[in-house]
């Protein structure tokens, strides 16, 4: 509690433009190497101390304490457009919650992450033949098969350890990736099409797995033609891990790549058809020039005129996993796992069974 009080401290600092020397005067320390052990946590604000930093930094008690918060802690990089910082701010202090809980509550439950992180060799200086390389062997070594959108959040999950939720976001917000000391997430909107999900969520693994090598913007452009190096890395990354090479040589058509092989085939790879001419463009297999002919209009919602498919339940079912544990080992109450994911408790209860997963409510 000690190390997480002292983070707390430090972020609070910051944002309020002190310097260590000028809070050490606000508490009667004599240097600021008293301020520096607490907010490295090698030594513990007092009771009185704490109150003291309430009064003076006028926050509130629970800022320090909640263990549903993060605050000094974690990096977010959210793909999004046109929305306002205030309004990204805002859903990244409710996001900061799921993920602060189960950084919480998983070890609690006997669930804790993973001990060590898979990383790309890649850095921003690295080609883009590079980066889909990257992809393609992903795609290879996890075995994700002949649709690799199919099985790519269950992999990031199960077998490497990474948070992944569905959540509704504000309009604009297609996805975020967040890292922890101890903790990987990726969030992604679930009212997205399905296609725009998976590539978002390929993309987003690309930052988590090159973070310490090219760590990604706090927010970022969604355009898959973004003109930032590191975003092109990604969206190459994204494109081949869920278009292999191999995978579009066999479904080629005998004659031209037409309006609707793109939709046809993107809809059974479960990408965009968008998408899909891009990276057919990126392989060789079509020009540019004949590519730009094709129209977007003609590929939208891959060729459907309207997309009526029902999106993902909320969170994901490795998520409430925890969070059913957490209820039944009496770590958190129903109430409160509730008020965390926004929920009546009759709500919770129904995500649950939607998710398969057990757990003992007291409706």
Not at 137 to 159: H, I, N, T, W, Y
Not at 279 to 298: C, E, F, H, W, Y
Not at 313 to 332: C, H, N, R, T, W
């Amino acid at each position: 509690m000690s190390s997480l009080i002292g983070k707390r401290l430090k972020a609070l600092r910051e944002e309020r433009k002190l310097s260590q020397d000028e809070l050490a005067r606000m508490f009667g320390f004599k240097d600021r190497q008293t301020v520096s052990a607490i907010e490295t946590g090698e030594r513990r604000l007092s009771a009185e101390e704490l109150l003291l930093a309430v009064e003076k930094l006028a926050s509130s008690l629970d800022y320090f304490t909640d263990p549903f918060l993060l605050a000094g802690e974690g990096s977010f990089s959210w793909r999004q457009s046109g929305v306002s910082n205030e309004r990204l701010n805002s859903f990244e202090r409710v996001a900061g919650r799921w993920v602060a809980a189960i950084r919480t509550l998983a070890p609690a439950v006997g669930k804790p992450g993973p001990n060590m992180r898979q990383s790309l060799k890649l850095t921003s200086k690295s080609s883009f033949d590079d980066a889909m390389s990257a992809g393609e062997r992903f795609a290879s070594d996890f075995e994700l098969g002949d649709v690799p959108a199919r099985r790519l959040a269950e992999v990031m999950e199960q077998r490497l350890g990474i948070l992944v939720l569905m959540v509704d976001a504000f309009d604009g917000v297609s996805g975020a990736a967040c890292r922890l000391p101890e903790l990987d997430a990726v969030l992604i909107s679930r009212q997205e099409v399905p296609g725009r999900r998976h590539f978002d969520l390929a993309h987003e693994l690309f930052h988590i797995l090159t973070w310490d090598t090219m760590p990604p913007e706090h927010v970022e452009d969604s355009s898959e033609r973004s003109k930032s190096r590191v975003e092109q890395l990604a969206n190459s990354f994204a494109s081949a891990l869920l278009m292999p090479a191999a995978v579009i040589d066999r479904l080629a058509p005998a004659k031209g790549y037409g309006v609707e092989w793109l939709n046809d085939t993107a809809e059974a790879l479960q990408v965009t058809a968008t998408a899909l001419k891009w990276r057919l463009v990126a392989l060789g297999r079509l020009d540019s020039a004949a590519a730009n002919k094709i129209p977007d209009t003609a590929l939208r919602n891959n060729g459907r005129k309207v997309d009526k498919r029902t999106p993902p339940p909320l969170y994901s079912k490795a998520f409430m996993e925890v969070i059913a544990l957490a209820i039944d080992d009496g770590q958190v109450s129903a109430r409160k796992a509730a008020d965390l994911l926004d929920l009546t408790i009759e709500d919770l209860a129904d995500l649950c069974a939607t998710h398969g997963v057990k757990v003992s409510l007291d409706l």
